[in-house]
């Protein structure tokens, strides 16, 4: 047995040993740090959980990292290496790129003579690594240190190729990075170039905007219809109870973005707290960005239970973006699967089981849960309460029915949760869309893979004041315009990826969504007539088409109301229904969103405009379980 202390770090402990090693739970007890009983327990625990013994006293509480680290140490005659105070040398960390170090989760530390030391959490699992490094002169030799610690000496090490990663993983032909100023310029001449034209010309100007109007009109209406009829007629499907208990459990990695959140920190840990999914398979990322002084601040004010950990993303270059961070979080998350929260969120406590338990039983193909996303703050004002109710309609209602069809379905940016080895194939996120989680939705969809919508609820906090709800509202059309710009660079390739009704439903949803907020004002000029007033498309248009409109505008709102109506009863808040037709009133204001967009489109596309949160009380929130077994939660019934 060879006994080794390199630099006084630590005990001089054998590093190789003969003969049959304790278990960890032993070693753990004769530590004094547990006793036989909470060994027994966490040995039953383990039965269902897919996670080391160590994690599972941790998420327990019955032992520290430390205490799990020492006994690991004693168990393989190893030593702890102290990679913060001598970090990894840069030609060690060279002897193999960055993703066989990340992979492994370890990091080659020390060259003493003959022997390479390399630091690993796992040393069962270190063969593995000594096989990848067979072609070294050195002997390899295990070390141990805390999965934590090698993540960070991998960040540190690795920051600038890992951020230039980050920045660049989506593939290219599905990504916006490529449009640059001088890229930009000519479709904004020749968009330009076409007003004036139209402006010359005002007879087919106005003949143009009216059709274009009342197309986007129809192509919405008709998806809202196809959804809500899906939705009202579900296919009954019996689906086998119990599959849950039949599979270890999986770990789950959740990453939840923060920037500037100075008042969410808190709350946002003590909602996580709520959660009931086994601590030992949990995997909370909190990603902040390195320039981020305000949340850094208001997290060392707060304790962090050991299932959740901060990630840092280096400051390099001018694109500071939810995907980017979310990128560059991707390589340091641990579990199957991957779920993203917002920072404000509220998920319910029971979300990760639901979540598992339908991944459980979903087809291979289906790759993405899609949560139920609705609002905490619905009594704040009247527009917190239409913010709840499009919210409701669409989540409830709509998206449960457009999943059924088999249709695209355009992700929300918070409670969707990955099969993560498909989301690495995926490319992860484009980095440069403000969007990112409705461009994902496509490109999923394109590379054949289906999304289905989990029946489990995440609450958030209503945008309730005017100039950031303008300001929100504007980066999603705006992201929905690159997102669109971007697949339909090649229609025909798109349609290939998709098929004919995917591929409608593509264009129904974004131009539709887009083009009812650009070109309402063409059809608020209707409603002149009704006030006796002259309408300037009685010079252009047949009365019969007039009259016709009438028609088409009186059944989308009745559909609006519908929708809205529906929702809000499925969710549980009824008192919002006298609120509903009231919605007419809430849209006109994105109609400045739309503008602004626009704008930013041309010439700042990539500027994420933040949505400050934190700024609204939690109110009580609906009993989700009691609503489904009322039977008001059709996405129940399957997607």
């Known amino acids: 047995m060879v006994e080794l202390n390199f630099l006084g770090h630590g005990p001089a402990t054998p590093v190789s040993g003969i003969g049959p090693r304790k278990p960890l739970g032993t070693c753990l007890i004769d530590l004094g740090v547990i006793t036989p009983a909470q060994l027994d327990h966490a040995l039953k625990l383990q039965e269902r959980q897919n996670a080391p013994l160590g994690e599972i006293l941790v998420g327990e509480h019955m032992v520290s990292r430390s205490d799990v680290l020492l006994a690991l140490g004693q168990q393989h005659g190893l030593q702890i290496a102290d990679l913060e105070n001598t970090p990894p040398p840069a030609d060690l960390c060279a002897l193999r790129p960055m993703q066989f170090w990340l992979t492994y989760n370890a990091i080659p530390w020390l060259r003493v003579g003959p022997v390479l030391l390399v630091a690993t959490a796992y040393p069962d699992r270190f063969d593995e690594i000594r096989s990848g490094l067979a072609d070294c002169a050195q002997t390899v030799l295990p070390v141990l240190a805390a999965p934590d610690d090698i993540d960070q000496a991998i960040a540190r090490h690795y920051a600038k190729p890992l951020a230039e990663a980050a920045e660049t993983r989506a593939p290219l032909s599905q990504s916006c990075r490529s449009w640059t100023a001088s890229s930009r310029l000519l479709p904004t001449l020749l968009a330009l170039s076409a007003l004036v034209g139209l402006g010359l010309q005002p007879n087919v100007g106005l003949s143009l905007l009216f059709w274009a109007a009342v197309s986007t009109l129809i192509l919405f209406l008709i998806l809202r219809l196809a959804g809500l009829i899906s939705y009202l007629f579900p296919k009954?499907?019996?689906?086998?109870?119990?599959?849950?208990?039949?599979?270890?459990?999986?770990?789950?990695?959740?990453?939840?973005?923060?920037?500037?959140?100075?008042?969410?920190?808190?709350?946002?840990?003590?909602?996580?707290?709520?959660?009931?999914?086994?601590?030992?398979?949990?995997?909370?990322?909190?990603?902040?960005?390195?320039?981020?002084?305000?949340?850094?601040?208001?997290?060392?004010?707060?304790?962090?239970?050991?299932?959740?950990?901060?990630?840092?993303?280096?400051?390099?270059?001018?694109?500071?973006?939810?995907?980017?961070?979310?990128?560059?979080?991707?390589?340091?998350?641990?579990?199957?699967?991957?779920?993203?929260?917002?920072?404000?969120?509220?998920?319910?406590?029971?979300?990760?089981?639901?979540?598992?338990?339908?991944?459980?039983?979903?087809?291979?193909?289906?790759?993405?849960?899609?949560?139920?996303?609705?609002?905490?703050?619905?009594?704040?004002?009247?527009?917190?309460?239409?913010?709840?109710?499009?919210?409701?309609?669409?989540?409830?209602?709509?998206?449960?029915?457009?999943?059924?069809?088999?249709?695209?379905?355009?992700?929300?940016?918070?409670?969707?949760?990955?099969?993560?080895?498909?989301?690495?194939?995926?490319?992860?996120?484009?980095?440069?869309?403000?969007?990112?989680?409705?461009?994902?939705?496509?490109?999923?969809?394109?590379?054949?893979?289906?999304?289905?919508?989990?029946?489990?609820a995440t609450y958030e906090e209503a945008n309730f004041r005017a100039w950031p709800w303008v300001k929100q509202r504007s980066r999603w059309l705006k992201g929905f315009m690159v997102t669109y710009l971007v697949h339909m660079r090649s229609p025909l390739a798109l349609l290939r990826d998709l098929g004919l009704w995917r591929f409608l439903g593509v264009q129904a949803f974004f131009l539709g969504t887009v083009g009812q907020f650009l070109l309402a004002p063409v059809l608020w000029v209707f409603w002149l007539t009704f006030l006796g007033m002259t309408n300037p498309f009685e010079a252009v248009l047949a009365p019969q088409i007039l009259h016709a409109c009438v028609y088409l505008f009186l059944t989308a709102e009745a559909a609006n109301i519908l929708v809205g109506g529906l929702g809000v009863v499925a969710g549980g808040r009824r008192f919002l229904l006298p609120w509903v037709p009231t919605m007419a009133l809430y849209y006109p204001l994105g109609v400045a969103a739309a503008y602004k967009a626009l704008w930013e489109l041309a010439v700042r596309p990539f500027f994420w405009d933040k949505t400050q949160h934190g700024q609204a009380s939690e109110e009580a929130q609906p009993d989700e379980a009691a609503i489904s077994r009322a039977g008001l939660h059709p996405a129940s019934a399957g997607s």
């Open 236 to 456: 009954k499907a019996e689906k086998p109870g119990g599959l849950l208990a039949q599979h270890r459990l999986p770990c789950v990695s959740i990453l939840v973005p923060l920037h500037k959140e100075r008042e969410i920190a808190g709350a946002l840990i003590q909602r996580l707290k709520r959660l009931t999914y086994p601590k030992a398979l949990l995997d909370v990322i909190l990603v902040l960005e390195e320039h981020d002084d305000v949340t850094r601040s208001a997290l060392a004010q707060t304790t962090l239970p050991s299932w959740i950990r901060t990630l840092e993303v280096p400051d390099l270059g001018n694109l500071t973006t939810k995907p980017r961070a979310m990128n560059y979080a991707l390589d340091f998350c641990r579990g199957e699967i991957l779920g993203v929260w917002d920072a404000e969120d509220a998920p319910l406590p029971d979300q990760i089981e639901t979540v598992v338990e339908q991944f459980v039983r979903a087809p291979d193909d289906v790759v993405c849960l899609q949560g139920v996303l609705d609002y905490y703050n619905p009594r704040t004002n009247w527009r917190s309460r239409c913010f709840t109710i499009e919210y409701s309609g669409w989540f409830r209602v709509i998206l449960p029915g457009i999943a059924r069809l088999g249709l695209v379905v355009p992700l929300g940016g918070t409670t969707f949760f990955f099969r993560r080895d498909k989301l690495l194939e995926l490319g992860g996120w484009d980095a440069h869309n403000v969007t990112e989680d409705a461009d994902l939705g496509v490109r999923l969809s394109r590379a054949g893979y289906r999304t289905e919508i989990v029946n489990t």
